[in-house]
């Protein structure tokens, strides 16, 4: 029989009762977190039926649930070897070696930093990080039998910088370990799940929040302008989970599609938006990316008038034979006004009858954005599978920032939009995709400077397994050299570091990662899996291991595999076809 290895409880009479008074369950958005993980995992809605499904499963993940009718079962099941992980669960504190003291709500609302995680020991989380921000209530508690190797400050900006990796400062222990038997338990007093939605949705555009005069997405920036955006501070939280799985043994799906068969070291993808430009600077640009043997997306904008765009069917066709791609780039530019359902429609709707085909992934004008979650409904309900709004800086006080590499919504991966709590947090079949790279430039007076930097980001990208979106406007890549000097530099980078790179249009980044989340692995026990694998690219999968490597049999062959360090942290690596295929590891 097969089954998942790893377990998610949630509870779903919480998230109705949430629901009723018109408030947000964020626990339940914990899929997306193990799907950025690329775990395979079981979601267990009803908590009585969890220790029935305990056999031959390494890990179990609890949400902000009342746990305690369960715990006998629980602790049996840890005693045996099992990775129990709370995340403010309720009824297990004898089991998770903690002490109640009391309940921290967020001071100004579910979008608010409530505290500051401060790591007492090295290890747990990225070598870079030492404090990370906590955007959701806080359950108060201290070890007891446990122990403590993270502790909460006080939402203060200069906790950011202060590196007491000492308790003396704490209201909170924020992460506590327990060893139960040949088991382990970890305690987290904070949602994960709330922090990474706050931090990758963002909050509801409603005002002009950063005050350049214009609703855009930047307005929904939750990080202060103490935090140094160069950081994707969830994927930080993403490390601190893998870590324990890590420690259960469980396979997973890497981030990164395979490269002819092999490991690939990064994942680049390109992407830009026409503006209605009239001068024919598309067609150079699609022309230019070919003879640079790169992908490119081009975001079209309707004349003002809706009557056509500056680029034709003909033109898009052929941009198509190079393999490239296009989509709408829907206009909605104005200072602080919001935009309607018809206005995005009607632009969508010139979109599809000049150009014969639904978008994939588009981006809006200037990045206009107003309200929460409707256009990402609006444009799932229209068969759009995401968009690329998500800009790298701050919209202040340059309004354009150029050269601009940063991770303002806390990743650099495709990020699965969850309703609001009048639609229950539905999960969309939609995603948004940071930009991370924005229109890098070479200048002849700052080279040796522009060089250094954009070969750090391109090797921090390969060396902490981040994706590294590039955006260059159609213009830019026909009118300025600066612009096409970033690119070959760009391109001799990658051949001087000898660097395994599958380069991507922005839709084929999108279809890649849905196609990722609906392969799995399944075990058959006793390290025997099936491994079915949806996207023609095929999938790399991720065993942890630090030491000789494992022994992989491959639909009844010997395959080798390939050992790589990310974020400091070894895996064992294999690239898998699409298909069905059995796996035995030992």
Request: charged content about 25%; overall charge negative; hydrophobic content about 40%.
């Amino acid at each position: 029989m097969k089954r998942t290895e790893l377990l998610l409880g949630l509870d779903r009479e919480r998230a109705r009762t949430l629901h009723r008074a018109g408030k947000c369950c964020h626990d339940l958005t914990y899929p997306e977190v193990l799907d950025e993980l690329g775990m395979s995992y079981e979601v267990i809605d009803h908590l009585q039926t969890l220790p029935q499904k305990l056999d031959g499963v390494k890990s179990v993940l609890l949400a902000e649930c009342n746990a305690a009718s369960i715990q006998g079962q629980l602790e049996e099941w840890v005693v045996r070897g099992g990775i129990l992980i709370g995340c403010m669960t309720e009824g297990l504190d004898d089991l998770f070696g903690i002490r109640y003291e009391g309940y921290k709500v967020q001071p100004d609302d579910e979008f608010t930093i409530n505290a500051y995680t401060t790591f007492y020991e090295a290890g747990w989380a990225p070598e870079r990080r030492y404090c990370l921000p906590v955007i959701s209530p806080v359950r108060i508690v201290r070890a007891t039998t446990g122990r403590a190797v993270a502790g909460l400050q006080q939402p203060l900006s200069f906790n950011i910088f202060v590196q007491d990796r000492s308790e003396k400062n704490t209201f909170s222990d924020a992460m506590i370990i327990r060893p139960v038997g040949q088991g382990f338990c970890c305690y987290f007093a904070s949602s994960i799940a709330h922090t990474l939605r706050a931090m990758h949705q963002g909050r509801p555009v409603d005002r002009d929040w950063d005050g350049d005069g214009m609703y855009r997405t930047a307005d929904g920036i939750v990080l202060t302008y103490a935090h140094d955006l160069q950081d994707p501070l969830a994927d930080d939280y993403l490390f601190i989970l893998q870590g324990l799985f890590d420690r259960a043994g469980l396979i997973s799906k890497h981030v990164y599609p395979p490269i002819n068969g092999e490991i690939s070291d990064c994942v680049f993808f390109y992407g830009g938006d026409d503006e209605c430009d009239p001068t024919g600077v598309q067609q150079i640009a699609i022309e230019k990316m070919h003879d640079y043997n790169l992908p490119y997306h081009i975001n079209i904008q309707c004349k003002d008038d809706l009557s056509g765009f500056a680029m034709s069917r003909e033109l898009v066709e052929h941009m198509k034979s190079y393999g490239q791609e296009s989509s709408i780039h829907p206009n909605f530019f104005r200072p602080c006004a919001r935009f309607t359902r018809e206005e995005f429609e009607e632009q969508l709707d010139c979109y599809e009858k000049h150009f014969g085909e639904t978008p994939v992934v588009f981006v809006n004008h200037c990045i206009m954005f107003y309200g929460w979650t409707e256009l990402a409904r609006w444009a799932s309900e229209r068969g759009i599978l995401g968009d690329n709004n998500k800009f790298p800086a701050r919209m202040m006080p340059d309004a354009n920032p150029i050269n601009t590499f940063g991770f303002p919504f806390g990743t650099s991966y495709p990020v699965r939009v969850y309703d609001d709590a009048i639609h229950c947090d539905k999960a969309l079949e939609y995603f948004s995709v940071p930009a991370i790279l924005y229109e890098p430039r070479i200048y002849p007076e700052t080279a040796e400077r522009d060089k250094a930097n954009l070969e750090r980001h391109i090797l921090d990208s390969a060396a902490n397994g981040w994706f590294l979106p590039m955006f260059f406007h159609p213009v830019y890549i026909a009118q300025d050299e600066n612009a096409n000097a970033a690119i070959v530099e760009m391109q001799d980078i990658v051949k001087r570091h000898d660097l395994r790179v599958v380069h991507l249009g922005v839709d084929a980044v999108v279809l890649w990662w849905n196609d990722r989340l609906k392969s799995s692995i399944a075990t058959d026990g006793a390290g025997k899996y099936t491994v079915d694998v949806k996207s023609d690219k095929g999938l790399v999968i991720r065993i942890p291991g630090n030491e000789n490597a494992p022994v992989c049999v491959l639909d009844g062959k010997p395959v080798a595999m390939e050992k790589k360090s990310i974020s400091g942290r070894c895996g064992w690596f294999l690239a898998v076809e699409q298909g069905v295929h059995k796996l035995e590891v030992q």
